[in-house]
């Protein structure tokens, strides 16, 4: 794992509270059918997909990435307890493509070096990360040693897509793609 910051300040990601106010608006709705439930946490697919008409576009999306995120989590820990690390990085990047679309947390310097990352021989899976920050850092499992992210990081940079990165130290997880 190579925590990569795009080293800009960080604060609250713009809309925070209007997603979270959202998020709660949803579970509201849901409730109507399902009163029991506590936190869009407890929501399943199946009950997302068979009320998903009681909720209006901005909530849905709210909710799937919830729920679905929350699959992602079972999956991943599940797929690191038996050594499938390609579907760990398949899953990764799933989350930051929920975090794009579904949940709306965006900004160019994430969206560019995840997908430069994503790109990169030797990685395996990349996503947005700081706990709902933005911009934040993004975690991506690499080969030790490849240069080329931080190649591609700097002509990003050079062409004005993306702020001049603060990378940590990466423990090698594997040594080929998982593409």
Partial sequence: MKPVDPDD???PAPG?????AECESALRTLRTVEPGLRALRDVTRDLLTAEQGRLDNVQLRRARHVVTEK?????????L???AVDQFGRLMAESHASL???YEVRGPELDTLVSIALDTEGVLGARLTGAGRQPGATEAQLESGNP???NRWRRARDRGQAAEPN????AQLRQ???R
């Fill in 16 to 20: 925070d509270n209007q997603r979270r």
């Fill in 148 to 150: 080329e992210t931080g």
């Fill in 9 to 11: 300040p960080r604060g």
């Fill in 176 to 178: 080929r793609p998982w």
């Fill in 167 to 170: 990378t940590a130290v990466a």
């Fill in 100 to 102: 794009r679309d579904d």
């Fill in 81 to 83: 307890r038996r050594g």
């Fill in 71 to 79: 699959q992602r989590v079972l999956d991943s820990a599940a797929a």
